[in-house]
């Protein structure tokens, strides 16, 4: 299993950036996840396999959009106004289990393929 992130960069605050995860070969829930300089690493939001339900960490709702193209095999996360607050390392995972088409865990011990970070600065 491979995920591959991509689309972090520096940008102001009140910008938008769009994360995108690309996973070959996994019918999973897929998350993102960031993790701040000396700070444990954080649960941002879900998709669940079917796309039907996602769900979303307080700090971000209304403001992140998580989406996913099952026939292309990518996540998107959509960010809009940013905040400095937002820096971070972007990881985008993939649920250990598949239960059902709407599981969409929060916790990161449900997770169990892991790609690479991407790094996302926000700037004051």
């Known amino acids: 299993v491979q995920l591959q992130a991509s689309g972090g960069g520096l940008v102001q605050a009140g910008d938008s950036l769009r994360l995108s995860c690309t996973v070959f070969?996994?019918?999973?829930?897929m998350g993102w996840f960031r993790q701040a300089p000396g700070k444990e690493r954080e649960f941002v939001a879900v998709v669940s396999r079917s796309g039907s339900r996602t769900s979303y960490s307080d700090s971000v709702k209304g403001r992140f959009t998580i989406s996913r193209d099952n026939n292309k095999g990518t996540v998107h996360l959509q960010m809009n106004t940013l905040k400095p607050e937002d820096t971070a390392v972007y990881y985008c995972?993939?649920?250990?289990?598949?239960?059902?088409?709407?599981?969409?865990?929060?916790?990161?011990?449900?997770?169990?393929?892991w790609g690479q970070g991407t790094q996302v600065t926000v700037s004051s």
């Open positions: 070969g996994l019918d999973r829930a």
């Open positions: 995972a993939a649920a250990s289990a598949s239960p059902s088409s709407a599981y969409a865990p929060v916790r990161e011990t449900s997770y169990h393929y």
